[in-house]
């Protein structure tokens, strides 16, 4: 193990939190304290993800994400206040990571229309590639507290932006802010019962679908479906 880098960071319960490479040797060695300190901070918010996606929030004792993270329950009130705060600090890294992927593709050269449809397609493989993560920032979070649901709507509302550069329809009214309110939502609840059905995996075959539920205020039926057909390139 070195002390010498910092690894990139990781969408919360991608992997293992005791995987061999990240266990600490015991007895005397030279590693920083701030690199022991890191480590257990980065293999709880790994265990917190993946124990409340296997057991939900409330039904997650703290000791069983301490046995998960391999370190002890003293150590781990060396790093968080409680369970709300390590959840809270999972929910924070995931979803800027997330958010991160989604605007850089949504950034790529294109149509509007395109762009979205890019940028659904990164959120939707992203969210099907981490499960865990998924479940606690989509279902679980609504179990962790009035904190854990303020940063959910916080994080729905930031991806109205998106809609800042639609087009307007000739001859038509502009689309409202409620419309935008009410598509962001019902990607999410469609995120959501996927979830909550074991079916994360295929929520990028849903792609087409909420393309298409989100461009059809602005572009009308024929030219949301058009855009929705498109296969996305990869970057």
């Keep these: 193990m070195s002390d010498v880098t910092r690894e990139r960071p990781r969408i919360p319960g991608s992997r293992s939190a005791t995987e061999p490479e990240r266990r600490l040797p015991r007895g005397r060695h030279d590693l920083t304290r701030e690199f022991v300190a890191r480590t257990q901070r980065d293999r709880l918010i790994d265990a917190m993800a993946r124990t409340v996606a296997e057991r939900g929030y409330t039904a997650a004792p703290l000791s069983d994400v301490c046995a998960a993270a391999g370190v002890s329950t003293r150590a781990f009130y060396e790093h968080f206040a409680d ?111 996927h979830v909550c059905t074991g079916r994360v995996g295929e929520l990028p075959d849903r792609l087409p679908d909420l393309t298409y539920l989100v461009l059809v205020p602005f572009l009308g039926p024929a030219a949301a479906a058009r855009v929705a057909a498109e296969p996305v390139v990869p970057l």
């Design 83 to 193: 369970k709300q705060a390590c959840f809270l600090a999972a929910f924070e890294i995931g979803a800027e990571l997330l958010q991160t992927a989604v605007a850089a593709a949504y950034a790529q050269p294109a149509t509007w229309p395109r762009r979205i449809h890019r940028g659904l397609d990164t959120l939707l493989r992203t969210l099907a590639a981490e499960p865990a993560f998924t479940a606690l920032a989509v279902v679980e979070v609504l179990a962790a507290g009035t904190r854990a649901r303020t940063r959910r709507r916080e994080m729905l509302h930031g991806y109205l932006a998106y809609f800042a550069d639609a087009p307007r329809r000739a001859g038509r009214p502009p689309v409202s802010r409620g419309v935008t309110e009410a598509a962001v939502a019902g990607v999410y609840g469609v995120i959501y019962d």
